[in-house]
């Protein structure tokens, strides 16, 4: 099976711009979740969908925003772009989302900020 | 709240050498635990997992228990090589808003030198 891609691998923005990252999950998975890396703050949750519906939603101001589309494929949208907002952007996706199940990443997009 | 604490980085060792890099985690109800290895420019790829306390989970020669009364879940390798260098996370599985998500101690860097 392929495993979970991401597209675009790297991008440069400038601030006050909007991005759109996009996230194919594994054949067969129906959850998507989203995180953000950074070297300040580590890995940080960012929000999750099932079923083209958003379950939970970590601590992220409403500029970050996704969906998830009938096929599970998932896109994230980050608006007014703040220099902040450099990161490696990371999708990860699962079969259920069941306790103890694994989550599986993607290579992630790496976001630049100017 | 939930949280997981990481044994501070950069370790570095010589091939052959024995590692440990220790995880203790705070949690709510039951999580499942989690290593997670990042090599440079890649994603997160998942090294073991173990899902209830006193389970142990093992690949690669890596090996880490699930310990609930000491609430960790230390990673150990008994003879390390070049080629483990790379980016370990220790992570916990818990279920947030109704999903489950996850939450990632702050990484350790491992250089091997041969």
């Known amino acids: 099976k392929a495993g979970v891609t991401q597209t675009p691998r790297y991008l440069i923005k400038t601030r006050g711009q909007q991005v759109t990252l996009s996230c194919s999950p594994i054949?067969?998975?129906?959850?998507v979740s989203w995180y953000q890396q950074t070297p300040g703050q580590g890995l940080q949750f960012l929000f999750e969908?099932?079923?083209?519906?958003?379950?939970n939603k970590g601590n992220f101001p409403g500029r970050f925003s996704g969906r998830q589309f009938s096929n599970s494929r998932s896109e994230m949208n980050v608006s007014t772009l703040e220099l902040g907002d450099s990161a490696l952007y990371l999708c990860?996706?699962?079969?259920?989302?069941?306790?103890?199940?694994?989550?599986?990443f993607g290579p992630g997009t790496r976001l630049l900020v100017l | 709240g939930n949280s997981v604490t990481q044994m501070e980085g950069p370790v570095t060792l010589s091939e052959e050498a024995f590692l440990t890099i220790n995880c203790t985690y705070t949690?709510?109800?039951?999580?499942?635990l989690f290593w997670y290895v990042q090599y440079p420019g890649e994603g997160l790829q998942l090294l073991l997992k173990?899902?209830?306390?006193?389970d142990k989970g093992s690949n690669k020669g890596f090996e880490a228990t699930y310990r609930k009364e000491t609430t960790s879940f230390h990673l150990e390798k008994g003879s390390v090589q070049v080629s483990d260098s790379a980016v370990y996370f220790c992570?916990?599985?818990?279920?947030?808003?109704?999903?489950?998500?996850?939450?990632f101690g702050q990484g350790t860097r491992l250089t091997i030198n041969p």
């Open positions: 990860a996706s699962s079969p259920r989302d069941y306790p103890g199940e694994t989550q599986y």
């Open positions: 054949s067969g998975h129906r959850s």
């Open positions: 969908y099932f079923s083209e519906t958003q379950r």
């Open positions: 949690a709510t109800g039951y999580p499942s």
């Open positions: 173990a899902t209830k306390a006193d």
């Open positions: 992570a916990l599985s818990v279920e947030f808003q109704g999903a489950q998500k996850l939450v």
